[in-house]
């Protein structure tokens, strides 16, 4: 399995646990696949001392995520401060809507409920309400290797949020090891040579782990999600709407709308409800753009 990639250089972990350095063999490249870190990997001998192994194959991923590029993602845990930085929700509907769309199975982390005990405890409620699978963090009871194993008891787990809330502070701890680099970090040092741009897969007792770069904004447009994949990422959304009135229901304003009665009733969060109609309406109402959009991507 690949756990590194820089420059065309790939490290692949072998079964029994050896490093080794490969190149990847041009027949590979052509075809256009770009191998990434979770990949599983045919390798043989390239005769090159300097780096002695080659990649002959890519075997089929179960799921690939392209930012940050990661295939066979067993987990990802999408990770948000309570406070500092301030939780933009929309981003994280965003993420769910995306990872829920390529089969990837998703934990929710709110970290530095240390910070903001009662903001911890409302977004907990508000996701755990939808369905999903909360964890929180805070300074002196940080998401360790047994909440890991919790999560995923073996495989790729991937952390994935905005940069400054915590992701390398947890996976350090997790690792029992400072080997990703903590704090604020500045725009100078940022383009330095200091800052991993780069995924890399750690071990960790159960399986692998991965700090992906920050990320600030994300555009559904852009990424290709149909307007129909939306409701995918609220389940709860999903699980209401079976009892709607007709099958093409959008949630909208449609008589005999369970959703809309549920919402009513509190037992779908409003926020929730507010994201989903308008990634909803936004991705509907730019429908006839999608094959331009395809184009020029
Ligand atoms: N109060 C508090 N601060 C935290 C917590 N976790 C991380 N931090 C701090 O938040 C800053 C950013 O953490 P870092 O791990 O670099 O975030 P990343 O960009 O997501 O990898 C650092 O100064 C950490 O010490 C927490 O649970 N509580
Ligand atoms: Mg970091
Ligand atoms: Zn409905």
């Not at 290797?145 to 790729?156: C, E, F, V, W, Y």
């Not at 750690?202 to 904004?217: A, K, Q």
């Amino acid at each position: 399995m690949i756990t590194k990639g820089v420059g065309g250089t790939y490290t692949v972990r072998r079964d029994n646990g050896d490093r080794i350095l490969c190149q990847i063999r041009g027949g590979i490249r052509k075809s256009g696949v770009v191998p990434a870190v979770g990949d599983n990997v045919k390798v043989s001998e390239s005769g090159d001392p300097d780096i002695p192994y080659v990649i002959d194959d890519i075997l089929p991923r179960k799921n690939y995520l392209i930012r940050p590029s990661v295939a066979n993602i067993d987990c990802i845990v999408l990770t948000f401060a309570v406070v500092d930085p301030v939780p933009d929700l929309t981003l994280m509907d965003k993420m769910i809507i995306i990872c829920t769309n390529l089969n990837i199975r998703i934990s929710l982390l709110f970290t530095k409920c240390d910070l903001d005990p009662d903001k911890a405890e409302e977004l907990t409620g508000i996701y755990s309400l939808a369905g999903f699978d909360v964890y929180r963090s805070s300074k002196d009871d940080l998401f360790s290797s047994s909440d890991l194993a919790r999560i995923a008891p073996s495989g790729i787990v991937a952390f994935a949020g905005p940069s400054g809330v915590g992701k390398s502070t947890i996976c350090n701890n997790i690792l029992e090891n400072d080997i990703m680099q903590t704090g604020v970090v500045s725009d100078r040092l940022k383009r330095g040579k200091h800052t991993t741009r780069h995924v890399e897969l750690f071990d960790t007792p159960t399986g692998f782990i991965t700090d992906t770069p920050g990320f600030t904004s994300l555009s559904l447009f852009d990424v290709g999600t149909d307007y129909k994949d939306v409701v995918y990422g609220y389940p709860e959304i999903l699980k209401s709407s079976s009892l709607c009135r007709f099958d093409d229901c959008r949630h909208i304003s449609e008589t005999g709308c369970k959703v809309l009665e549920d919402l009513a009733q509190g037992l779908i969060d409003r926020g929730r409800y507010d994201r989903y109609r308008e990634e909803y309406e936004y991705l509907y109402n730019n429908r006839n753009n999608y094959k331009r959009r395809i184009r020029s991507v």
